[in-house]
């Protein structure tokens, strides 16, 4: 039994009832991981902390391990003694690491419930040891690694002592995952019975955290099995085979872990017959490898090759010299027939194609015998925003290195309006901007021209000069004024100024202050405008349409005309020729709702937009966006804006029965939180309708009857995908039972928006 007299004791008072005195042994912890990006190992240390069961935010004790440096394997080996009430008491273990010149890192925390069955401390009973997966304290920390403690109950009492020993048998109870280690030394051997000796060319070596393996000189392999007389027990880890290793020469950094479990690769080296493949290996009609190779696949049936001789693999085939193209290349490429003549098609080692024409010696990622960019359609904004920038037609030689724009601050609109209109040859806006600020000294390295951009699209988008006015839903996104004619009698040459604004600011890259309705971004990409587009911007208007869908509209007396008030007349226009005496009725309604649409959207202010077009086509084609989707354009426009999340989660409204407190909300919040920049404003688009959040934040959001927060309401069942009410700034969020499959779903909600009735 050991002796306590001299060791410290942590915990409860010696004066209170039913307590024991428990011996933990802090032994080591495993790959830990720290927020150091660069990698360097660290200085960790654990605090053992005695907390009450009923209340775990109260601490009665807590003692520290030393300090390992430089390490993430650290071993300890470290005893403490503490005092508890197994009915009261349980351990908290925290380890961090120590930071001379900062607050110490945390780096992973476990709990021990001391209601589990341990052992007594007895000469012959080994000690209770278990390995324990570090926990997060929130869901935004980066936690890994496990951590192995053992305990121990140590009783002074003789009487204690023999209740004990009835109520434990002498065979330890092994119920809670423990296993059996003997506590004076994590070092020792578990056994205390006499191993035999290990056979010829064996050794028998210590890692790093103390743990037993054995070498095999002679295959030249280890494992964690001790060998016996007659066997050798199969490795645990072999040396690096191909299913270890990263794809070196996949330089577009293609991770894909290969699987050849039934490949002769993976045998031991013992096996050196089955090692080298035969000739007869392939079965593509290309004939037989080289001697020393062998092909074989990855996950996604991509052929790869193995060089034997040299130990490395390859994308390369060796009899022809080629990259093997991906499935989804090949399945792409097939169907559109042979290449015209002189063409060559090639792939890259990261699996994209591209085309060769030896007749003009030139290279393109467009296939020939198919119209349009061969890029395949994707939702990453970002890739299509790389792709863009580089196919940005440059300057042409003569018009100089740089364009000087003198402009007005006070007066900032029409003094870059005369700037920019007056210019005749508008390739110079596709070189160097260089703008000078009347009476006002600095060089334009870039900033200048920034905030340019920025207080002028301020002003041309400003409702008060009569161009654009706010939505009906809103009073922070924009459309075009039908009625700009009555307020500028130049409108049409200040709504070319503006395209070609627009198009300079994202040929530049800077970014405009302005955010309009979705269809005047799908009036800028030529695309159709329907019904689902009207909610957002007018709520009325699109219930009394909906009606007329779901509903025989002959009863309501309605004719194909719509009524307006222009200023403070009310006018009548005729949707169709001779539209006053045509009655709506159930088999015209549908082109009844798209006239009305058209009208509403679209040829009201065809002028304005025809305008802004060709403003925009001075300088851009209007062909090069139509990569992206709308709900891209207006970040190509805007940009992507910082999202704050805590301003999000406090400003949020719960319906159906959600609560802050439900699993399901807080596994949506988790979600969010690992979200980027670019999903989380797709996310705010698909709900709210617009990237744009008020000055004020989350608290201030519109809906289509004055403010609304942003809200989830639980709705349908499990198999259901979420779905967005823009006008009410709502989410309805089905119960999903864990946080992947929510986190899938919304992402497949906001990325399928358009093709499924998620936004109404």
């Known amino acids: 039994m050991s002796d306590t007299s001299r060791e410290k004791i942590y915990g409860a008072e010696s004066s209170e009832r039913n307590t024991r005195l428990l011996r933990i042994k802090v032994l080591r912890a495993i790959d830990l991981q720290r927020r150091d990006f660069l990698g360097g190992s660290g200085d960790p240390y654990v605090k053992i902390l005695l907390q009450t069961r009923e209340n775990r935010n109260q601490t009665v004790d807590i003692a520290r391990t030393r300090t390992v440096p430089k390490t993430l394997n650290p071993l300890w080996n470290q005893d403490f003694i503490f005092r508890v009430d197994p009915s009261k008491h349980r351990l908290a273990f925290e380890i961090y690491d120590q930071n001379k010149l900062t607050k110490d890192e945390f780096l992973g925390m476990f709990f021990v419930e001391l209601s589990i069955n341990i052992p007594t401390e007895s000469p012959e009973q080994p000690m209770l040891t278990r390995d324990y997966s570090l926990l997060k304290r929130s869901v935004l920390q980066r936690v890994r690694g496990s951590a192995t403690v053992g305990l121990c109950y140590i009783n002074a009492d003789p009487t204690l002592t023999r209740i004990s020993s009835i109520e434990s048998p002498t065979t330890p109870q092994n119920d809670s995952g423990f296993e059996l280690v003997n506590h004076r ?27 037993t393996y054995y070498v095999d000189h002679t295959t030249r392999t280890t494992t964690w099995n001790r060998p016996n007389g007659q066997t ?53 009609g290309l004939g037989p490898l080289p001697p020393g190779w062998q092909m074989s696949r990855t996950d996604n049936e991509r052929t790869f090759f193995i060089d034997h001789i040299n130990k490395r693999t390859t994308w390369v085939d060796p009899r022809t010299g080629k990259p093997s193209p991906s499935p989804a290349t090949a399945r792409e490429i097939n169907p559109n027939g042979p290449l015209p003549a002189q063409w060559e098609v090639r792939t890259l080692p990261d699996g994209r194609v591209y085309y060769i024409d030896h007749l003009n010696k030139t290279t393109t990622w467009t ?19 790389h792709i863009f920038r580089h196919s940005l037609p440059r300057a042409k030689p003569h018009v100089g290195p740089q364009i000087e724009l003198h402009v007005n601050r006070k007066d900032i609109m029409e003094t870059s309006f005369r700037a920019v209109m007056s210019l005749k040859d508008v390739e110079v806006f596709k070189t160097r901007l260089w703008v000078v600020f009347d009476g006002e000294r600095g060089l334009d390295y870039g900033g200048l021209s920034r905030e340019w951009f920025l207080i002028l699209s301020r002003e041309m988008f400003n409702p008060y000069y009569g161009l654009f006015e706010y939505s009906a839903i809103d009073n922070y996104t924009l459309q075009v004024n039908p009625l700009s004619g009555i ?4 409108h049409i040459k200040y709504f070319r100024f503006i395209g070609r604004i627009i198009a300079m600011a994202i040929y530049h890259g800077k ?13 800028l990409l030529s695309k159709t405008i329907t019904l689902a587009d009207m909610e957002s911007v007018d709520r009325e208007y699109y219930q009394s349409l909906k009606y007329i869908v779901d509903n025989d509209p002959t009863d309501l007396d309605l004719y194909f005309v719509v009524s307006e008030e222009v200023l403070g007349e009310l006018r009548e226009h005729e949707l169709k020729a001779g539209g006053q005496h045509i009655l709506v009725t159930q088999e015209n309604k549908q082109e009844y709702i798209d006239l009305v649409i058209n009208y509403r959207f679209v040829q ?18 209007l ?28 400003h949020t409204a719960y319906k159906g029965g959600y609560t802050p407190d439900n699993p399901v909300i807080q596994h949506f919040w988790k979600a969010i939180a690992s979200f980027n920049t670019e999903e989380r404003t797709r996310l705010l688009q698909f709900v709210t309708g617009t990237s744009r959040l008020p000055m004020n934040g989350f608290r201030e959001l519109w809906g289509s009857s004055g403010p609304q927060l942003f809200t989830i309401e639980k709705w349908g069942d499990r198999t259901k995908l979420p779905r967005a009410h823009t006008c009410f700034n709502r989410i309805d969020l089905p119960p999903y039972e864990s946080y992947s499959d929510l986190r899938q779903k919304l992402i497949q909600a906001m990325e399928m928006s358009e093709a499924f009735e998620g936004v109404d």
């Open 511 to 523: 970014l405009l202050e302005a955010f309009f309705i979705r269809p005047f971004y799908k009036m």
């Open 232 to 284: 050798v027990a199969t490795p645990q880890r072999p040396q690096p085979q191909v299913s270890d290793r990263h794809q070196i020469d996949d330089m577009g950094g293609n991770n894909n872990r290969t699987s050849i479990t039934a490949s002769p690769a993976v045998a031991p080296r013992s096996s050196t017959t089955a090692a080298t493949p035969t000739a007869n290996d392939t079965t593509d």
């Open 604 to 621: 009201r202010i065809t002028t304005q937009m025809n305008a802004l077009k060709q403003g925009f086509q001075d300088i851009l084609p």
């Open 185 to 211: 030394d994590a070092n020792e051997p578990v056994a205390s019975i006499a191993e035999p000796p290990l056979p010829p060319g064996w050794e028998e070596r210590k890692d790093a955290s103390g743990r």
């Open 367 to 385: 296939d020939p015998r198919v119209a349009g960019p061969a890029v395949p359609y994707s939702r990453d904004y970002q890739a299509k925003y």
């Open 487 to 490: 307020f500028n009698e130049e």
């Open 623 to 650: 062909e090069m966006i139509k990569i992206f989707d709308e709900k891209e354009v207006e970040l190509l426009i805007s940009g992507l804006g910082e999202i704050n999340v805590n301003d999000w989660r406090m």
